[in-house]
């Protein structure tokens, strides 16, 4: 482009916006806008909140708080446990007391048998129990095939809470069936609008340390050192426990972890559950948990001798006059479980042996009179009839012992030195 052309393109730009300019340049100012009146309005609200407000004040900063979170909103409850090798009589006493307190919950048992007689079926349909057949011989991890009942009983309970999660339960109840029955509704009594774990302590004249069998579960599942630091711990039992249903549910997890791990098996023993058990809560492994003193406790377990049971009434309190709502290892009190056969499971046909099926025995009270002679096989038993009946069936068998809700089954044909054993019973047939 040359020069002339370049300056007429300068020139074609500039012209439009010189007589833009020049219009504005030229045109008159605008009139001045009044403002007194609206400082005018502005005064006279300054004098209305003078006269009548308040100044407002700077707000102190709440600090956050933590978020507990509710239960579900749910209002049905869930009862479950293990019924293994389950005498009628007791699972009579453990559903029909429960039914009397509460309709409003599943009850629901693992049975170790694809079929059950006429008098357990009975006790299923009367008092509306949701059995769940295991067979032991397919139990994975396999580990599991030989563990007590006590233990594989935890990964069972945690795989059925995972199915059941979406029925959004309000609460969920651990029992140990066989020695347990109910006084009132315990959700009723111990659950509120707040999610928590409850569990109860057991024998509280002892701790940790000082009861050789809670040390040895915790040290040979947890070692030594595990084992000293809980040593001043009470001990807490894991026969009953009671809590909103999540959170139930994420401690039978904990518990079926722990037992299923492949290293846990060379510790695994009769009651070792209940190391496990003390390890989670003491450790604040349990998410809202808390632990209950029998004195004060609606869940009484009885071996810790702390609640009484009334001579007349038979009903159990704590020692500060509670009513409890849970009563665990009646068998404890053969007076107390005695009335709980003839109160719940009497009318059920072949729930309780006649007891003349002992009138072949010779029978003594509070002792054992074979102890560590004569073992032949042990058998779940909760009366002296129970283990009179299994005797006769038994081939070889001559004598028996029942102690802790089992039948010790013998060969001696003769009593032995008497071992004083409170609440044991044993016999021997009649020469």
């Known amino acids: ?60 900063a709440t600090p956050a708080q933590p978020v507990v979170a509710p239960a579900s909103s749910g209002t049905k409850d869930l009862v479950i446990g293990l019924a293994k090798e389950i005498d009628a009589k007791n699972l009579a006493v453990f559903a029909a007391s429960l039914r ?26 009367r008092f509306s129990v949701d059995l769940i057949p295991y067979d032991p011989a397919t139990l994975q991890p396999p580990q599991l095939r030989k563990f007590h009942a006590s233990t594989l009983r935890w990964p069972l ?40 774990f409850y569990g109860f302590n057991g024998v509280e004249s002892r701790t940790i340390g000082e009861c050789g069998w809670n040390g040895g579960w915790i040290r040979d599942c947890f070692g030594e050192a595990k084992r000293r630091k809980l040593a001043s711990k009470p001990i807490v039992c894991s026969g009953v426990s009671i809590a909103t249903f999540e959170e139930g549910r994420l401690y039978a997890a904990q518990m079926a972890e722990v037992v299923s791990d492949a290293q846990f098996a060379p510790c695994e023993r009769n009651g070792v559950d209940q190391g496990v058990h003390n390890v989670l809560m003491h450790e604040n492994e349990v998410k809202h948990a808390v632990i209950v003193s029998q004195r004060t406790a609606l869940v009484a377990n009885l071996q810790a001798k702390v609640a009484s ?28 479980a005695a009335f709980y056969y003839e109160t719940y499971a009497r009318s059920i046909p072949g729930a309780v042996p006649d007891a003349s099926a002992c009138a072949s025995y010779e029978v003594r009270n509070d002792v054992d009179a074979f102890k560590g002679r004569c073992d032949l096989a042990v058998s779940g038993g909760a009366h002296p009839a129970d283990c009179c009946v299994k005797c006769q069936k038994t081939p070889s068998c001559r004598a028996w012992t029942l102690a802790g809700s089992q039948c010790y089954l013998k060969t001696c044909s003769a009593f032995g030195p008497l071992a004083r054993m409170p609440g044991a019973v044993s016999g021997v047939k009649k020469s």
């Open 309 to 336: 049971v009334d001579p007349r009434s038979h009903k159990v309190a704590n020692p500060r006059g509670d009513v409890v709502s849970v009563v665990h290892q009646y068998d404890r009190f053969p007076n107390l």
């Open 157 to 196: 309970i945690s795989r059925e809470l995972d199915k059941r999660r979406a029925r959004n339960y309000r609460g969920v109840l651990f029992a140990d069936v066989r020695d347990t029955a109910f006084q009132s509704d315990p959700f009723g009594a111990m659950l509120t609008t707040q999610q928590v």
């Open 1 to 60: 482009m040359n020069l002339r052309n370049s300056l007429a393109l300068v020139i074609a730009l500039a012209v439009p916006y010189l007589l833009l300019t020049s219009h504005y340049l030229s045109a008159p100012p605008p009139p001045p806008v009044d403002l007194a009146p609206y400082y005018a309005t502005i005064n006279s609200a300054r004098a209305l909140l003078a006269e009548h407000g308040a100044p407002v004040q700077p707000v102190e």
């Open 100 to 125: 009397q307190t509460t309709t409003n919950c599943d009850l629901v048992l693992f049975v170790d048998r694809p079929s059950i007689d006429r008098t357990l079926h009975t006790i299923v349909e």
